[in-house]
């Protein structure tokens, strides 16, 4: 069964610092997401991506987030210099279809700033 | 905004109990209603969906209802064994656009023998 996969797993890094989490959707869909889950707190929306440029942002996706497809099956959340309030679970997810409502998910980056 | 609300976990319950998980939303309009599971060390999963008021949504003996007059989504199984055990979340979506889901907390199963 075809799936999302995210990788790495888990990700500590420094405060300050630059990561890159990626995630490989479902070949042949066109509809990308990025969510995240703080402990304890609500999955939120992040961005949409659709046809190469964002087609939806949260406030949450201020200027140091950026996500890109590099390659035609890759793609990537970038976070410029992380802060402690980054910390979070990073959930990636794609969707076949203008109509089609269900997204799938990877299995998430746990993000530690330290 | 749009919004979900779920009752608060850990609910613990004994293999073969009754489950209900409440949820209920706050939009303008009438989106799709979801239930999503995670279960430990994986993704989420879709368990149930429902598009319009009075579906019912059902997969793996789990059921909603969408009731548009009390804006709910409850989640209920008759049954829940230990391998039900994983965080629920509901989530609502408007078809269309984007289609960026709107989630509630989760609430944290736990079933024991």
């Known amino acids: 069964e075809p799936e999302v996969t995210q990788t790495p797993s888990h990700q500590v890094t420094q405060m300050g610092q630059e990561v890159i989490l990626r995630c490989v959707p479902i070949?042949?869909?066109?509809?990308f997401y990025w969510y995240r889950q703080i402990l304890g707190q609500k999955v939120e929306f992040l961005v949409s991506?659709?046809?190469?440029?964002?087609?939806?942002k949260s406030e949450i996706f201020d200027d140091q987030f950026s996500v890109e497809r590099p390659d035609g099956s890759n793609f990537t959340l970038k976070i410029r210099s992380t802060k402690l309030e980054d910390s979070a679970m990073y959930f990636c997810?794609?969707?076949?279809?203008?109509?089609?409502?269900?997204?799938?998910f990877g299995q998430g980056t746990r993000l530690t700033v330290v | 905004g749009d919004s979900v609300t779920q009752m608060e976990g850990p609910v613990t319950l004994s293999e073969e109990a009754f489950l209900t998980i409440n949820c209920t939303y706050t939009?303008?309009?009438?989106?799709?209603l979801f239930w999503y599971v995670q279960y430990p060390g994986e993704g989420l999963q879709l368990l149930l969906k429902?598009?319009?008021?009075?579906d019912k949504g059902s997969n793996k003996g789990f059921e909603a209802t969408y009731r548009k007059e009390t804006t709910s989504f409850h989640l209920e199984k008759g049954s829940v064994q230990v391998s039900d055990s994983a965080v629920y979340f509901c989530?609502?979506?408007?078809?269309?656009?984007?289609?960026?889901?709107?989630f509630g907390t989760g609430t944290q199963l736990k079933v024991e023998l």
């Open positions: 997810a794609s969707r076949g279809t203008v109509f089609g409502t269900e997204a799938f």
């Open positions: 070949s042949n869909h066109l509809y």
């Open positions: 991506f659709y046809n190469n440029e964002i087609s939806e």
């Open positions: 939009a303008t309009g009438y989106p799709s």
């Open positions: 429902a598009t319009k008021a009075d």
């Open positions: 989530a609502l979506v408007f078809t269309g656009g984007g289609n960026k889901l709107t």
